[in-house]
């Protein structure tokens, strides 16, 4: 690694630097026809960026283009943002939370926690006990899992549940019959024996099932990240990646080339583009100790290209040919951990102990593995989406989501979506194709609506 001399900075002066200079927002709907942009300049410090993106991110937006630029001590972005819809941002109360996320108010979390409608991570939760689980992945895993939730009488509800390379990495959260966080050490361990008894159910698995329980806030896609790089899923010794695992048409182009002039290592990313495209990676080059100093972002029709003028933290770039492949290798799979292709299930019912055990449990019996999950709570309904797909890599058939519905019963709402597959021609890659279906007479039909 090629080593650049770095300036020092007293952690004192740069708090002293912050009062003076506090961080400014600028949320501008006028300059540009068919996005909103978001201009952010504030004093540069560790993870900054990845700070904002994660804001963005969390609102849903799509972020279409960005630059940001961060030499010196001073940090300059600018986002070209859209909602899920491709419109402008104009709520107010969206604007104004995003000037105080990210302007002085930022440093406090208190502002965050409050935003009403704020449903992404865990600060709409509430009281609740934090349960991460990593594991060996294998068909109906989710199913035991929540069974064993659903008979120590815990309800879940948040989670997120990702797969890749054919590990499972789970966040949930948990609270008992009052609503309130678990501080039985009985109970918690009571469950957390049975929970890697089922994660050790494999006794060829090399790699370590773990448990651990919290009782504080996390951010439910930032973790998952971090604990399967922790578990080097990047790593496919003895695994092969099928069409099935990553369809061609998801499979990033990445290289690693040297800026001689400047003294970075500037990592290229293309790949079809999707949403939280750039947290992802920005996510996995913060966990790898690298730091962004510039970096363009861009969609093209379904692609989305991505470039990073990176250091180590250490101030090395990457020169050996066992670095960049260990770059691209952590890039890839955090690119293809939130890839799912198949079809999703959407399903709306009254919340109650049991409920995400029921579902996974008819899943497995039709035959079909979750590959990605997304559970969260709503006043009292409880919203689940699981990325499914036929177990023996066969594209889901209709027949069965249709005796699915008639086992879940009339008490829940169901939507089912595709998601992309294969590429075949370029006219296929303009945009996700969608088929939507509503069954029956659904829960609480009246005053709910369905996108098709």
């Known amino acids: 690694m090629a080593k650049v001399c770095w300036p020092y900075f007293d952690p004192e002066y740069e708090n002293f630097s912050n009062r003076i200079n506090p961080p400014r927002v600028s949320v501008d709907n006028d300059s540009c026809h068919d996005c909103t942009l978001i201009k952010f300049d504030s004093i540069n410090k560790p993870g900054i960026l990845l700070e904002v993106v994660q804001i963005l991110t969390d609102l849903d937006f799509i972020i279409t283009k960005a630059y940001i630029s961060s030499d010196g001590g001073w940090f300059m972005d600018v986002f070209h943002v859209t909602d899920q819809q491709g419109k402008k941002i104009t709520d107010s109360k969206t604007i104004d939370y ?33 349960i991460e689980l990593i594991g060996r992945d294998r068909p109906g ?76 806030f996390t951010h439910m896609d930032r973790r998952l990240h971090q604990m399967l790089f922790a578990d080097r899923d990047y790593e496919s010794a003895g695994v092969t990646t099928t069409d099935v695992d990553c369809p061609p048409s998801f499979r990033p182009k990445i290289r690693i080339e040297r800026c001689e002039e400047k003294g970075y290592s500037v990592v290229s990313v293309r790949c079809k583009d999707r949403a939280k495209l750039m947290f992802d990676i920005v996510c996995t080059l913060t966990d790898m100790q690298y730091v962004v100093f510039h970096a363009t972002i861009s969609s093209e029709g379904p692609y989305a290209s991505q470039e990073y003028f990176i250091r180590h933290m250490d101030g090395c770039t990457l020169d050996t040919e066992g670095e960049k492949e260990r770059v691209i290798k952590c890039i890839e799979a955090a690119i293809q951990r939130r890839v799912s292709e198949g079809v999703s299930l959407e399903l ?63 008490t829940v709402m169901v939507n089912v979506k595709r998601v992309p597959g294969n590429a075949k021609a370029p006219a296929e890659t303009r945009g996700w194709a969608k088929t939507s279906f509503f069954f029956g007479n659904l829960f609480e039909s009246r005053g709910m609506n369905i996108d098709y």
């Open 98 to 130: 995003i000037e105080k996320a990210l302007g002085p108010k930022g440093q406090s979390t208190e502002g965050v926690k409050s935003w009403q409608g704020k449903r992404v991570g865990v600060h709409s939760i509430g009281d609740h006990t934090a």
């Open 141 to 216: 895993l989710l199913s035991e899992i929540s069974a064993v939730l659903a008979s120590l009488q815990f309800n879940v509800i948040a989670a997120e549940v990702w797969t890749h390379n054919r590990r499972i990495a789970c966040v949930l959260y948990v609270n008992d019959a009052t609503n309130q966080a678990m501080d039985d050490s009985k109970r918690l361990s009571i469950m957390e024996e049975q929970l890697n008894h089922i994660l050790r159910g494999c006794e060829d698995d090399e790699k370590v099932a773990r448990t651990s329980f919290s009782m504080g």
């Open 348 to 410: 709306c019912a009254k919340d109650r102990v049991g409920l995400l055990s029921e579902v996974t449990r008819i899943l497995r019996e039709n035959g079909l593995t979750v590959c990605r999950a997304g559970v969260s709570t709503v006043g009292e309904k409880g919203l689940n989406v699981f990325y499914v797909r036929d177990a023996s890599g066969n594209p889901v058939d209709m027949k069965i989501i249709e005796a699915l519905r008639k086992e879940i019963g009339q």
